[in-house]
């Protein structure tokens, strides 16, 4: 059987909507303002993965553009239609909506049947690189994920490009039977022995426990049933060992929603600036950018402004977000931008080419390993502007635990069986995620914006961000916020894995 070309194919497939036919995420220049509802339909497409068809679901706007672009001030008047087949619902990630709008399942938002729809109706105040997905099942495996960029008005007459990417992990398994093999014992033999160097120091010895960041230990909420910490014990449970680094394996790593075998291309300028807005989509993988010969700028995580930190290569977990300036050269070039698996040699990426520059093909895998993402970025980020100074007035500290049979805990506890954690409109909440399991976990809290003030101990005034990971192997991490929106918030471990094994709390505003 002949195997049609990428272009050919997706000429061919009249079902095919794809970034390859569609150069959706090349956002154009400026949003016009809409009157109305802009819809936004959960649909089915078919995209090609090395050489193969594979059915996904996709989030696309009626002139084919996937996600959603905006400007900070407005309003996010949004109509999702769902035309998957199956209940969903869409969460709006990094956004502060009212939180009946905020797409959680079960939490705040009722999953919408297939053929229904849902108006959404909220202002959008900070600008920043978020995205848009599924939370609800193992959707989000299937790609039912797509950009969400809100520009900043001030910026509009800055001399930049800008270069959309998002990142997925893709497979032509069914999700769930990837969870039931998982269940079933494959974690206790997928995982990679991280060496001790590539830990990122995350044990007990070294910790800084005087600076602050556990808030005093004892009398804390979440704190109960530790057991014999010194020997590793936490109600029977045996805890640390070896580290995993992937509990999936994957077929290959996309960029909207392509490989290396026919990466997106994009036309630039020489010696001009380009502004990267990357997104770790991935269900699981925790990746490394790479840019290779070049050297950008890093100004934002997670949609928020940072110190600026330059670097040819950057840490980028699971559900981040980077925003990376990159000053090109002014030779006819192309330059690759690479996301490469923490752990492993698997990559993907997208081409920064110069007219009449020739692109080269790319290998699929790196030349090395690349070490585990273990947190040093984070404790070198700083926050441009901080939460203001102010005294914690609720502190807490939350055990992150692992059992036979791929159960994954928060305070003992999994979703389901779990208590919400109260809080009170005016809080400036401390809560301090301890990681007594083999894998690192990047947490996100809804609905607010979080700082970072302590890595394994050590206090810093770390990036605002809406997603952490907590390194493995008595990994902490420390974030505080302020209350400011009530209602019932989503906690979780965003690999999904995790989150759909129990790894997922909320917390409530008290009345």
Known sequence: MKTLSRRRFLTASAATLSVAAVPSLLLPARPARAEG???????????????RAANVFGLTQNDGTQGLVMNAGERFRVR?????????????????????????????????????????????????????????????????AAPLIVRDPAEAGADMQEVVVLFHDFTFRDPNEILAELKAG????????????????????GMDMGGGSMGGMSGMSGMG????????QMGGM???????????????????????????????????????RLINGAASTNMWIDLGK???????????????????????????????????????????????????????????????????????MAEADFPAVAGDLESRLRAVKPLAERAATRQQTMMMTEAPGYVWMLDGAVHGKDKPIPLKSGDRFELTFMNHT????????????????????????????????????????????????????ALHCHHLYHMAAGMMTSLAYEA
């Open 225 to 232: 049933g530790m057991g014999n910490m010194g020997g590793m």
């Open 80 to 144: 999702l239609e769902n035309r998957i087949g199956e209940p969903t619902v869409i969460h709006w990630h990094g956004l502060t909506p009212p939180w009946k709008q905020d797409g959680v399942s079960g939490i705040s938002q009722e999953p919408i049947a297939d053929g229904a729809g849902f108006d959404y109706d909220f202002p959008v105040a900070t600008p920043g690189t978020f995205w848009m997905h599924s939370h609800f099942g193992l959707q989000e495996q299937h790609m039912l």
């Open 438 to 489: 083999t894998m690192s976990h990047p947490m996100h809290l809804h609905g607010h914006s979080f700082q970072v003030v302590a890595v394994n101990g050590k206090r810093i005034a770390g990036a605002m961000r809406d997603t952490v990971l907590v390194p493995s192997n008595m990994g902490m991490v420390t974030i505080a916020f302020d209350a400011d929106n009530a209602g019932n918030w």
């Open 37 to 51: 509802h802009r819809v936004i339909t959960a649909g089915k497409r078919v995209i090609e993965v090395k050489g």
């Open 294 to 364: 070049l050297s950008g700028r890093l100004i934002a995580v997670d949609g928020m402004p940072v110190e600026p930190i330059e670097a040819s290569r950057f840490e980028f977990a699971v559900a981040q977000r980077l925003d990376v300036v990159v000053e090109l050269p002014k030779e006819a070039s192309a330059w690759p931008v690479f996301a490469v698996q923490e752990g492993g040699r698997m990559r993907t990426g997208v081409v920064l080419a110069a007219k009449g520059a020739t692109v080269a093909k790319l290998a699929e």
């Open 186 to 205: 494959a974690h206790d033999m997928s995982g990679m022995e991280m060496p001790a160097s590539d830990s990122g120091g995350n044990s007990m010895a």
């Open 238 to 276: 045996q805890m640390g060992g070896a580290a995993h680094l992937q509990d999936v394996q994957y077929d290959a790593l996309l960029a909207n929603d392509r490989t290396l075998d026919d990466p997106e291309v994009f036309a630039v300028e020489p010696g001009g600036r380009v502004r990267l």
